[in-house]
């Protein structure tokens, strides 16, 4: 079983910056996509950024330009590197790890979420 953790949320003024991580443990045959995805008050859960075992990464259009997302495979963690924030990324994110267990296909591993507030 595999498990994820956030950390790095809280309240930031607009065009300021956040650093997010998220940390996986247990035991797997591997890790394969990590990343992150966000869900404001009164909308659905959508995709950020994400990042493949072999480094590639994804970028939801509304972050590309101001989001980074990297990995370290020796902690098993990775990061989300927020600049030029604004209001509207506001939100929960949340951490996912797509791993493999020993025996039986790949699933999903969730975070609780860390609180993201732009505002002034």
């Known amino acids: 079983q595999v498990q994820v953790m956030e950390s790095g949320g809280g309240l930031v003024q607009p065009g300021g910056s956040l650093r997010l991580s998220c940390t996986s443990s247990?035991?797997?045959?591997?890790?394969?996509?990590m990343g992150w995805y966000r869900q404001a008050p009164g909308n659905e859960r959508e995709l950020v950024a994400t990042v493949s075992r072999d480094g590639t990464t994804h970028y939801a259009d509304s972050v590309k330009t101001r989001f980074s997302i990297s990995r370290d495979y020796t902690k098993h963690t990775v990061y989300l590197q927020m600049n030029s924030l604004s209001p509207e990324d506001t939100g929960v994110y949340y951490c996912?790890?797509?791993?493999?267990?020993?025996?039986?296909?790949?699933?999903?591993?969730w975070g609780q979420g860390t609180q993201v507030t732009v505002s002034s």
């Open positions: 996912y790890a797509i791993w493999k267990p020993y025996v039986g296909p790949a699933k999903p591993a």
């Open positions: 247990g035991s797997a045959d591997a890790i394969n996509d």
